[in-house]
């Protein structure tokens, strides 16, 4: 569900008093994503919303999530959103989020 190698390396590659600011940053801008698929608003902007996820999960270890992201990017291409599980995408995320906050103490202590 979540590389731990992946946010490890981001935390490597940013610095350890810069990761708490993008992991913040991350959430926040994930939560605004995920509150408009929720909402259901500008279905219009799955395909893109989808993107914006996918890259951001994957750049902080939420693989599961990326993977669903993707998946689910790929079916708004091709013309087939209809058959992308949004309920699921959004689960996947809010079990990614759960994990990871509180396993995230142990990669950092």
Known sequence: MIDWGQVKSLRDEVGHEDFDEVVELFLEEVEEVVTRLQN???????????????????NLGFS?????????????????????????????????????????PALVS
């Open 40 to 58: 259901k608003a500008q279905m219009t902007e799955l395909e893109s919303d989808l993107h914006f996820l996918k890259g951001s999960a994957m």
């Open 64 to 104: 599961e999530f990326s993977m669903l992201c993707q998946d689910g990017e790929s079916r708004a291409a091709s013309g087939h959103a209809v058959e992308i599980d949004i309920d699921k995408v959004i689960n996947c995320y809010a079990v990614s989020k759960t994990k990871f906050i509180e396993e995230l």
